[in-house]
T-cell receptor
Framework: QQKVQQSPESLIVPEGGMASLNCTFS?????YFWWYRQHSGEGPKALM?????GDKKEGRFTAHLNKASLYVSLHIKDSQPSDSALYFC???????????FGSGTQLTVMP | ETAVFQTPNYHVTQVGNEVSFNCKQT?????MYWYKQDSKKLLKIMFS???????VNETVPRRFSPQSSDKAHLNLRIKSVEPEDSAVYLC????????????FGAGTRLSVL
């Protein structure tokens, strides 16, 4: 059974600051990774997917993947109060029916 | 833009009752899921279903059962609820499995008294 270590559990950054979130997966068959964001009272929404080694940038968000160490990270540049939410990493293997989620990082951006 | 619709938003019931939650997706996806989000916000897969196959997470108690009329609908029935069933139940859909992004509804919050 896939285990996912996500850190930190909670993170407070000032508006305009950088937020960094991390995950490590245990299943060597993991190939596909996502970051999801969940605002209070809503369902999780996919923020970014990353399937290849290296960095992927979308606006203020940069995801990083190292497949050898099964490590993914998310960096949020110029954080905004609207970025305050619960962030999950998630991973799946090829053809798998299961998307396994990390335990979440509660991000608070202080104005 | 919401494309996965869940009803009801909230449901309060007593131990031993039967409850049923509805989910509909308008994305044209062929695979739907139910996840449980507990009080610590952990997300656990319960079921995956497409028009060919139902896959059940072996840890899900047998009182839970998914029900589908077509590929756009996947309901969840709980026979005889127990206190530990109090949680948010999230429905999701995707185009196939593996490398396909899941799209979630807003969830149904169940409170068992």
């Amino acid at each position: 059974q896939q285990k996912v270590q996500q850190s930190p559990e909670s993170l407070i950054v000032p508006e305009g600051g950088m937020a960094s979130l991390n995950c490590t997966f245990s299943d060597r068959n993991s190939q596909y990774f996502w970051w999801y964001r969940q605002h209070s009272g809503e369902g999780p929404k996919a923020l970014m997917s990353i399937f290849s080694n290296g960095d992927k940038k979308e606006g203020r968000f940069t995801a990083h993947l190292n497949k050898a160490s099964l490590y993914v990270s998310l960096h949020i540049k110029d954080s905004q109060p609207s970025d305050s939410a619960l962030y999950f990493c998630a991973g799946a293997s090829s053809g798998s029916w299961q998307l396994i989620f990390g335990s979440g990082t509660q991000l608070t951006v202080m104005p | 833009e919401t494309a996965v619709f869940q009803t009801p938003n909230y449901h309060v019931t007593q131990v031993g009752n039967e409850v049923s939650f509805n989910c509909k997706q308008t994305l044209g996806h062929d695979t739907m899921y139910w996840y449980k989000q507990d009080s610590k916000k952990l997300l656990k897969i319960m079921f995956s279903y497409n028009n060919k196959q139902l896959i059940v997470n072996e840890t899900v108690p047998r009182r839970f059962s998914p029900q589908s009329s077509d590929k756009a609908h996947l309901n969840l029935r709980i026979k005889s609820v127990e206190p530990e069933d109090s949680a948010v139940y999230l429905c999701a859909s995707s185009l196939g499995q593996g490398r396909n992004t899941l799209y979630f509804g807003a969830g149904t919050r169940l409170s068992v008294l």
